[in-house]
């Protein structure tokens, strides 16, 4: 089976090998090739990738290509993981909101707008190119903001798109683990967006064990989101949200945060990343202990503003490793080998939440085989999150407008709507920023 990641040069692909690389049953994959326009950071990966593989004479096979089309045929599976402007575009996005006072995260707010506008019409010519080089592979979204994306490719590839994240695997991981029930054992009631949902319910044997939790403050407090948000709001929604969320709830407190801090995400990781691709260039290092030691500093980094202001202390040992890597490991299981399994996953709505249309990506548990993906069914959301859900997903929906017809006026309409951005001048003034340093977003007249 031939697995074809997309970003094949970036820092987060042996994560996915070494799954690969672990799994030992019949079907498994067994070549990855992979894509980048960065021949010399292909090269770097290829080396930590080679490392991985040292002790296993069976290991699928590598080989890299900066030519999508050659990538591109006859893969049976597409990972897609590419990064528009790189690591130094998410800086640029996250200065010119904060110096406008909204948050600029990668995903969240204006930040994720820009991502999405520079993203979505890559995005979209990958997906057509799919369709017509290699028609009957399926593509692994996880390429930010993964909703989004998801949604612009699922426009030309149908349900042949899946988007993955790994902030719902963790927090259901913690929850089960705060409630002493085996991860596997539990049912996650989780619905919502992208990087904007929550955890309803935990079921273990038919019974929602969520409850428990919610009425045991001290219980309640001693995991990371009950840290982050605080156990009086947890108890006052009735729900655990995906840490994302705090980005909506204390906003003024997270942008403080970002705006003190001494640097911003995006341009730590640029800092970072560079010294670990210079080392892996070096012949007599060990490019696999550079991404290791690299890795974990970035692990425990991770929203760390956030957890400061909420005074939410280091992140736990357990909360250190990846996760999505085995969310798109057992997706390809249950796909390619019709193992019937259920994952959080992003898919369009069908009937799923009657507050949105039947093509809207959203993020819930779905079973899974050999046909794809197929959201379960789930209650209703309570009106607060409801009202959230589509504003956010009227954002979206703006930005894909946008990227489709090129209009400025559009992209205007999707900052100024967003829940984040208080003023259709700083919209205005966000754009204008925007435009200036993202040579990707010149197509916006």
Not at 31 to 53: K, N
Not at 74 to 83: E, L, T
């Amino acid at each position: 089976m031939r697995l074809t990641i997309l970003g094949g040069g970036g820092f987060r692909v042996p994560l996915v090998y070494g799954a690969l690389v672990n799994d030992r049953a019949e079907g498994r994959v067994t070549e990855v090739v992979l894509h980048d326009l960065d021949a010399a950071r292909l090269r770097a990966v290829g080396r930590v990738l080679a490392e991985q593989a040292a002790a296993v004479p069976d290991a699928p096979t590598v080989t890299a290509t900066t030519d999508l089309d050659e990538a591109l045929r006859g893969a049976d599976f597409v990972f897609s993981a590419i990064r528009v402007g790189g690591l130094r575009g998410r800086a640029e996005d996250e200065r010119v909101a904060l110096a406008e006072g909204v948050l600029g995260q990668e995903t969240v707010g204006a930040g994720g707008i820009a991502y999405g506008l520079r993203t979505v019409p890559v995005a979209t010519e990958i997906a057509r190119r799919v369709a017509r080089l290699a028609p009957d592979a399926w593509v692994i979204n996880f390429t930010n903001p993964a909703g989004l994306v998801t949604e612009a490719m699922s426009r030309h590839l149908g349900d042949r798109v899946i988007g993955i994240c790994d902030s719902p695997v963790g927090l259901g991981r913690r929850v089960a683990r705060v409630l002493g029930a085996a991860p596997g054992e539990a049912f996650v009631d989780y619905v919502g967006l992208n990087h904007l949902g929550w955890v309803r319910g935990l079921r273990v044997a038919g019974r929602d064990e969520l409850p428990r939790l919610l009425a045991d403050p001290a219980l309640l407090g001693s995991f990371e989101e009950g840290r982050l948000f605080g156990t009086d709001w947890l108890q006052s929604l009735g729900a655990i949200p995906n840490e994302y969320l705090h980005y909506y709830y204390f906003n003024r407190e997270a942008v403080r945060s970002y705006q003190e801090a001494g640097q911003t995400r995006g341009a730590f990781l640029l800092d970072q990343q560079a010294r670990f691709y210079d080392e892996a260039a070096d012949p007599a290092a060990s490019a696999l202990l550079a991404w290791d030691r690299t890795r974990a500093e970035r692990e425990a980094t991770y929203m760390a503003e956030n957890r400061e202001s909420a005074g939410a202390g280091e992140r736990e040992e357990e909360d250190l490793s990846g996760g999505y890597e085995n969310v798109a490991l057992a997706l390809m299981r249950a796909i390619a080998r019709d193992e019937r399994a259920t994952l959080i996953l992003n898919v369009r709505n069908r009937s799923t939440l009657a507050a949105l249309d039947a093509e809207a990506v959203i993020e819930v548990p779905c079973l899974v085989d050999a046909s794809g993906a197929h959201p379960l069914a789930a209650d209703p959301l309570p009106e607060h999150a409801t009202g959230l859900v589509c504003s956010v997903k009227a954002v979206e929906r703006e930005v894909l407008a946008a990227a489709e017809s090129g209009s400025r006026a559009t992209a205007v309409k999707a900052f100024a709507l967003h829940p984040l951005v208080d003023s259709v001048g700083v919209a205005r003034r966000l754009v204008e920023g925007y435009t200036e340093v993202h040579p990707g977003l010149a197509y916006l007249k």
